[in-house]
């Protein structure tokens, strides 16, 4: 998977089963490349839980909770940004226009669902769900090192 | 080592649920049990003191969404204490900080609820 600008490798990649025992090692995997690559404690968080957020929309909803299939996430922190990308065969993810996040909406609704695709949004600078030259379905999020929200 | 384990106490009238590890999609059934367990009993305070908790995911915030407003209409709650610095700034990026009461001790988070209690 060619990088945002060197045409190399991303620097780790990873792949792992569909089963929701993972997630967590997904989770700390991330948090602690996003430490070592120069985010604080608790961008390097935010981050992992965003990715853990992605990686369960795969498990759950793109392979609807079936065992046997594999995930795919590539991480590249070179440069001014971290970014990320899930790949997966399962059914697309897409980017649905979601409204503005109103939790107390929710709540009276007792809608629980969408959190997650929020918590992704809030915490990272792009997300965006496409396909891959190699026809798999991608997630691809970026956070930047410098952080402008103003600007991205 | 358990990925999360959840214990449960009387602190008079209110239920402290102390989950220990992290709440994600793998985790979360079990913290959910615990928070319908004690409402099931008829103990409708509740307090989760989030001192062993590492992080918390979305399924199990949308736990917390999902049985708030029921507990409310029985004249209970659900509120936070002792939250780390990471799962507080999740719940503020959400704003579950405006939906939930989070108390900064166990002890504040009991205090709460008897401060509700008239006369």
Redesign the interface.
């Known amino acids: 998977m060619p990088t945002k600008s060197s045409g190399t490798r991303a620097l780790m990649e990873l792949r792992f089963p569909s089963d ?2 993972y ?2 090692m997904v ?1 700390e995997l991330t948090r602690l490349l996003a430490e070592t690559t120069g985010f604080d ?2 961008e390097a ?2 981050i ?2 965003a990715v ?2 992605a990686t ?1 929309n795969v ?2 909803h793109a392979y609807q909770g079936e065992p046997g299939h594999e995930i795919e996430v590539h991480f590249d922190p070179e440069g001014d940004s971290l970014d990320i990308v899930i790949l997966h065969d399962g059914k697309p993810l897409e980017s649905v226009p979601v409204p503005d ?1 109103d ?2 909406e ?3 609704e ?1 809608k ?2 969408g ?2 695709l ?2 992704m949004r ?2 990272m600078d792009k997300v965006e769900h496409t396909k891959a030259g190699t026809g798999k379905n991608m997630c691809v999020m970026v956070r930047y090192k410098q952080r402008d929200r103003a600007e991205s | 080592m358990p ?1 999360l384990t959840v214990e449960s106490r009387q602190v008079g009238d209110v239920t402290v649920i102390c989950p220990e590890g ?1 709440i ?3 985790t979360v059934r079990q913290f959910e049990q615990s928070l319908s367990r004690a409402l099931e009993d008829g103990n409708q305070k509740l307090l989760i003191n989030g001192s062993g908790l590492a ?1 918390i ?3 199990g ?3 917390i ?2 049985l ?2 029921e507990t409310r209409a029985k004249g209970g709650d659900i509120r936070l204490a002792e939250l780390n ?2 799962v507080r ?2 719940f503020e ?4 900080n ?2 939930c009461k989070i108390l900064s001790s166990e002890k504040e988070g009991v205090a709460s609820y008897q401060a509700d209690t008239p006369g």
Request: hydrophobic share 45%; net charge negative; no cysteine.
């Open positions: 929701s025992k997630l967590h989770h404690a608790t968080e935010n992992a839980l853990d957020e369960t498990v759950q996040f939790l107390d929710l709540v009276a007792h629980t669902g959190l997650g929020t918590i809030q915490m | 990925d992290f994600n999609a793998h992080y995911a979305s399924a915030l949308g736990v969404m999902g708030i407003e610095d990471t700034n999740i990026v959400l704003g579950f405006h939906l």
